[in-house]
């Protein structure tokens, strides 16, 4: 079955009304869809550091353990990093969710095909690895589903998105990476 | 002991999130970080994993450590460019190998490359040959609030062979 979901449409969905919601974004992509979304202070978007988004939700969901965290991220950017289910598995933060949105490219090196794109189930590995709610992501009504999970239900969450594979205009968030840590810690403090 | 003494610096200094890759010479260290209720001590696969923790704790509010050996500094080379351009704080305890009494040539190569990498990409270091001097060096690395990097000699740790390895 060919993706149907949009990777903007997704994120909007996912970040709308966001509350409380404490959010870290992976290099490239989720970076530009979550700025697409709305740039906030309690936006954490990354522009290096590849594989370290769904630790560095790990350490804030540890810090704040009454808010909600949600790390969005890509394919490539996870698969960089899998070794953080089993830590994050270990941990098992109530309060954080990790959300791949996945196209099966590496979307800024000129689309070359992942490993998720030669079938490697990355929400069987996160199940594995002890999440408490995964899932593969597929619908409009499933993303529905995803929105609430990722705001209430017991984690951690875990939730590979299918998405078309496509190039959208860039929506950059600040880059000084000074400016966005202070940003984060007086918009909690 | 110094592994005591550093716990202690720890606590003072209001560590809650301790992360770690298991080595020989941490594990004193460990054992108390795991048992104090103040901290969340966190297993790591890899001591990449340790960057972006301490990285989300700091965003968080929340002050937090990584215990090492030195080949792992060369698993977070290219992590350490988010420390400096965002400026996070960042204590690491290394402990050495590849250095005096070392039984595995496969350990010298990094084991003498680590303070070079550490400065290449702007961590300072700070060297503790004898016992005394680790946990005096910690407390300070807390104080920067930059990046430091704590080096633990190989002569303070002491391990020889597999066998004592083994036997500690």
Redesign the interface.
């Known amino acids: 079955m060919k993706p149907v979901l949009h990777r903007r449409n997704v994120v909007q969905t996912l970040l709308g009304d966001r509350g409380n919601l404490l959010v870290v974004a992976g290099l490239g992509s989720t970076a530009w869809d979550i700025t697409a979304a709305g740039d906030s202070p309690l936006s954490f978007p990354t522009w290096g550091a590849m594989g370290q988004a769904a630790m560095i939700g790990l350490g804030l969901a540890l810090a704040q353990p009454r808010r909600r965290v949600l790390v969005v991220t890509g394919d490539g950017e996870m698969l960089m990093g899998l070794g953080a289910l089993a830590t994050i598995g270990v941990q098992r933060p109530g309060n954080l969710s990790v959300v791949v949105i996945d196209n099966e490219r590496y979307g800024e090196t000129g689309m070359q095909a992942t490993h998720t794109a030669h079938g490697i189930d990355m929400a069987a590995v996160a199940r594995a690895c002890g999440f408490k709610h995964c899932s593969v992501v597929k619908t409009k009504a499933a993303v529905a589903k995803l929105r609430s999970a990722i705001r209430g239900r017991p984690g951690p969450v875990f939730a590979q998105v299918k998405v078309v594979a496509e190039k959208l205009p860039l929506v950059l968030p600040p880059h000084d990476g000074v400016l966005l840590k202070e940003r984060f810690r007086a918009a909690l403090a | 002991m110094w592994p005591d003494q550093v716990h202690r610096e720890l606590a003072t200094a209001g560590v ?2 301790v992360g770690y890759v298991p080595d020989a010479g941490h594990k004193r260290l460990i054992e108390l970080c795991r048992s104090d209720k103040r901290m ?1 001590a ?5 001591e ?15 002050k ?1 450590v990584l215990l090492m050996q030195s080949s792992g500094v060369g698993n977070i080379i ?2 350490l ?2 420390v400096q ?4 704080p960042l204590v690491m305890i290394v402990t050495m190998r590849g250095e005096q009494g070392e039984f595995n040539p496969w350990q010298v190569p990094m084991g003498r490359s680590t303070p070079q990498v550490l400065e290449a990409m702007g961590v300072a270091v700070r060297r503790a040959s004898s016992a005394d001097e680790v946990a005096p060096l910690v407390a300070e690395a807390f104080r920067r609030e930059q990046a430091v990097a704590v080096l633990v000699s190989q002569s303070v740790i002491g391990i020889k062979s597999f066998q004592e390895q083994t036997e500690q």
């Open positions: 809650r999130v969340r966190v297993v790591l696969t890899t990449e994993e340790g960057i972006g923790l301490v990285a989300g704790a700091w965003l968080g509010g929340v937090s290219n992590v460019g988010m351009v965002c400026r996070f």
